[in-house]
């Protein structure tokens, strides 16, 4: 299993749709995860923590399922403005050790 | 206002000659990173410091090398000896390794 595994998309959603992506990660032991949003040609900009309670954050909702090592965000109402790559981000090693991952992302595009 | 800032936003390089790229950030992080990221591709690490006067190698630092004389800066040497240098370079700090990132707005290398 790859570090951090994410479907590349794209996916193509009309406004007001709910859309949900999931990221696989492969060491059970990583302790950090995160969502970023990367516009194109531009940086990754933190989009939301995930925690072991799930969280939500407006229209965002993230969530973490250790048994299964994956992590999901679901987006609700989708506006043209959520068009964008979403990257899958976990901590490479378990603990406070060890860097952060960036999967590739999931291409997300809003259409009217 | 706190951030991080990268310069130039845009750099022509010729082959056999080596450029510096800058990253600044006045956000106190006592970590800073260097990723690379290609079209259509994920942030590779180049290199990354958690201290002043430290730096580990990333997963493609060949071709690479750093420095980090102060807590604020931590600029990056495309040598000529990397082979294929033409990407979209990412500088990004937090305050520890595990911890959430914020980054730069990129420099642009393009090899002539």
């Not at chain 1, 799930?54 to 993230?62: H, L, M, P, Q, Y």
């Not at chain 1, 965000?73 to 378990?94: F, P």
């Not at chain 2, 450029?19 to 006592?30: A, F, G, I, K």
């Amino acid at each position: 299993r790859k570090e951090v595994e994410q479907d590349p998309g794209p996916f193509n959603v009309p406004e007001g749709a709910t859309v949900a992506f999931n990221c696989t990660y492969s060491n059970s032991a990583s302790q950090s995860f995160f969502w970023y949003r990367q516009d194109c040609r531009k940086e990754p900009k933190l989009l939301m923590s995930v925690y072991s309670s799930g969280n939500e954050d407006g229209r965002f909702t993230a969530q973490l399922n250790r048994a299964s090592q994956y992590i999901s965000l679901l987006i609700r109402d989708s506006k043209l403005s959520d068009s964008a790559t979403y990257l899958c981000v976990v901590n490479r090693y378990g603990g406070s050790q060890g860097n952060l991952i960036f999967g590739k992302g999931t291409k997300l595009s809003v259409k009217p | 206002d706190g951030g991080i800032t990268q310069s130039p936003k845009y750099l022509f390089r010729k082959e056999g000659q080596n450029v510096t790229l800058s990253c600044e950030q006045n956000l106190n992080h006592d970590a800073m990173y260097w990723y690379r990221q290609d079209p259509g591709q994920g942030l590779r690490l180049i290199y990354y410091s958690q201290i002043v006067n430290d730096f580990q190698k990333g997963d493609i630092a060949e071709g690479y090398s750093v420095s980090r004389e102060k807590k604020e800066s931590f600029p990056l040497t495309v040598t000529s000896a990397q082979k294929n240098p033409t990407a979209f370079y990412l500088c990004a700090s937090s305050t520890g390794t595990v911890n959430e990132q914020f980054f730069g707005p990129g420099t642009r290398l393009t090899v002539l």
